[in-house]
């Protein structure tokens, strides 16, 4: 009976305990959390309000450097457009930056915690997968997203209306390369890609945009690191192609062309994205004539022809020391394209916001831009569609005497 | 001094709390937690990092299995976890447009783990400790590897988008009920598509495998696994059939992986290959390892406390969140090597485990080894 009594005791403080300690835990995360905006009143006329923008990154997981630049543009951008004003109103910009590690389960967190946060918008995912995570909890709770960096053609496939973004979609090239290939005479085309994400959705589209063409093509793959691609080689002989587009990275399509130039077949046509528009291609091809007359385009205007890149360079030079990091040129647009829609919609609803994306045209760093309203072709809704660049003539390259240099 | 003293006064009380009681306390508690958020104490955001939780406490329940109890090793155990999930997304999604009941994926999901786990357990089992490690990594690997490279059927790194939310009953079910005067708040329920109702969707799933798990433990099954853990040719010499024990627990597990995969496919409405990396194999292994190996409401707390503390490192940066996020991991992986030094039994150990990691007095440790072998007496005495 003591014994009874004594542990009843026991459970009671030990319940008690318990509960004391998480209300502590959750009041101790809870009064972090307030309203979305704060009112001030200035001494002047106007009164001054703060909005939260979110910035979903990843500053740990495997893309740490694109998450650092992600950052650093958002940044750069608040310092330029911060303490705009509608009306009499001035609006300080406030970053909440959230690291989702580029993992799925992580981005649905911080989406979540954005919203409790009352953000206005946010600018990312930065990877695919987390982005896709994010997107049905951005679109069910309204918030407009601008993804600087997710460049997959099927981001959207869902058909969110809250998704923009600021960076070129794959897909676009892929029509880009589909054009080039038919304005090259191909009759027989192999697409190749690395089974990687970028590669993929690259070579999906150009297929699908050959094969509407009424080309015949041929689909291969290896593995991203392979060192051997003599397989695919011969497949490509035995199919009679005459072109051949890689849309993996350069290591591959180096090693791919020096093999088909080995095999004989040094008058076939060699043709990738941007993947393959780097310096290394050329040695990796294994010297200048294996290389000379391979094609490559690129995904938006390269950034010698970006209208604002110079002046970005040198802000973001002296805010970090170094040099433009990946996309980070991109974000810096994408804040500032929800700024300008904020400012459009002269007001914070984020339902205003949205409505003014859709229409919005933004002069940024990068080219003056809209968003696509509807899905059309490689396009889909909220793509970025620069002024003066289709798919007809994005930028083309051809490697001459060892360096890439531009088609006219 | 003055501090062991006082944790060894808290131990002696704690342990005098039977078991039981601070299961039923920790299930009351995990219930009413999405209430804190209804009455708005608490961001939305932690209701998710409690889904998530409670799904990794099924996986580390599940993993718990075969290396807390039957003491082999898995480092591809989210494969199983896996092959649930794209079961699910790829029967309830728009990729080919089906939509088979919520209850039905539910089986199916755990049988094909299940068989998933009979094929890599048949040929693997007579390997033991590194080899059958090696071999289950390999595993994780190659089932990441299929998904990503069969694109026709998993959208490849694409993943599969816009998982449908799961109904508890058929659309006719509720069309009917709501025909015959059913309040629609109500009805609402049925069709799970808020954080909340996750949470409670999921929470039930955990109290049944924390129950039938924990019951498994004790019977006959659950100490031949442990005999084959301690001694595998003691064991055997006992009687025990080594190779079906093993198997059993191989496959058990890798059910109640698929059944967690199922419930977190429906969760995040999207998956993707980057769900299954390796490193959310070694988190699980972490989970069971640092809750305390072999012990069931060890590995539920280590679940929890490993999925839930990014969440709280994060908050309770306060203001300076923004700045202090890229640090965040770093200090999560500082307090994991502190628990390692501190805690190396793991958080709530098996009384077993945690002697043999401590020095103890060797009859005591005896005692206890008995009482574990020896059912007539051993279940009262684990239970104290």
Known sequence: MAREMRLSARKALAIMLLVALVVASMSLAGCKKDEGTTVSDDETAGKTETIKIGVETALTGPLPDYGYAAQVGCELAVEDFSGFTIGDTTYEIELVVLDDKAEPTEAAIVAQTMVDEGVVGVIGGLTTGATLAAMPIYAENRIPQISGSVTGPKANETDFDTFYRTCWNDGVQGEALSVWAQELGAKKVVLMDDNGAYAVGLADVTENSLKAAGVETLRQNCQSGDKDLSAQVANIKEFGADVVIFTGYHPEAGLLRKQMVEAGMSDVQFMGGDGIKSAEFVAEAGGNANAEGCYATFGGFPEAQQPGYTAFAAKYLEKTGDEVGPYAQNNYDALGALVAAIKKAGSTDTEKIIEALQTLEYEGVTGTFTFASATSGAVTRGDIVVTGLTPANVPRYVVKDGAWIAVE | ?384
């Open chain 2, 1 to 384: 001094m003055g501090l062991s003293r006082m944790l060894q006064t808290l131990r002696s009380i704690t342990e005098r709390v039977p078991r039981r009681v601070w299961a039923v306390a920790g299930f009351s508690l995990a219930a009413i937690f999405p209430l804190f958020n209804v009455l708005g104490f608490m961001p939305t955001a932690w209701l998710r990092v409690g889904v998530v939780s409670l799904v990794f406490v099924m996986l580390s329940l599940g993993l718990n299995v075969v290396m807390g109890e039957a003491g082999l090793l898995n480092l591809g155990y989210i494969a199983f976890f896996a092959v649930g999930a794209y079961t699910t997304a790829l029967l309830s999604s728009p990729k080919f447009g089906l939509r088979w009941p919520f209850w039905a994926l539910l089986v199916l999901s755990a049988l094909l783990a299940m068989v998933a786990g009979l094929l890599i357990g048949l040929p693997t089992l007579r390997l033991r400790g590194d080899y059958l490690a090696i071999v289950t990594l390999a595993f994780g690997e190659i089932v990441r590897l299929t998904i990503t490279n069969l694109q026709p059927l998993t959208n490849g790194p694409n993943g599969v988008t816009g998982i449908y939310p799961p109904r508890l009953l058929s659309q006719g079910a509720i069309d009917s009920l709501q025909a015959s005067g059913w309040s629609e708040a109500l009805l609402k329920w049925l069709v799970i598509d808020k954080p909340i109702e996750y949470y409670y969707l999921v929470f039930v799933f955990v109290v049944i495998t924390a129950f039938l798990i924990s019951n498994l433990k004790n019977s006959r099954v659950g100490r031949a696994w442990n005999a084959l853990r301690e001694d595998e040719l003691a064991a055997v010499s006992s009687g025990i059939t080594a190779a079906r024990a093993k198997l059993l627990s191989v496959v058990l597990s890798a059910g109640v992986a698929g059944l967690a995969g199922s419930v977190y496919a429906y969760y995040s409405n999207v998956i993707s290959p980057e769900s299954f990396l390796f490193m959310q194999s070694v988190i699980v292994v972490c989970m069971v390892v640092l809750g305390g190996m072999g012990s069931i409401p060890g590995v539920i707390i280590g679940a929890i406390v490993l999925q839930a503390l990014p969440q709280v490192i994060r908050e309770s940066a306060g203001a300076m969140r923004s700045e202090f996020e890229v640090y965040r991991m770093l200090i999560f992986g500082l307090l994991i090597v502190a628990m390692v030094i501190f805690r190396p039994e793991g958080l709530l150990p098996d009384k077993l485990w945690r002697q043999e990691v401590h020095e103890v007095d060797p009859r005591e440790l005896e005692k206890t080894r008995q009482s574990l072998f020896d059912v007539e007496e051993g279940h009262q005495d684990l239970e104290a």
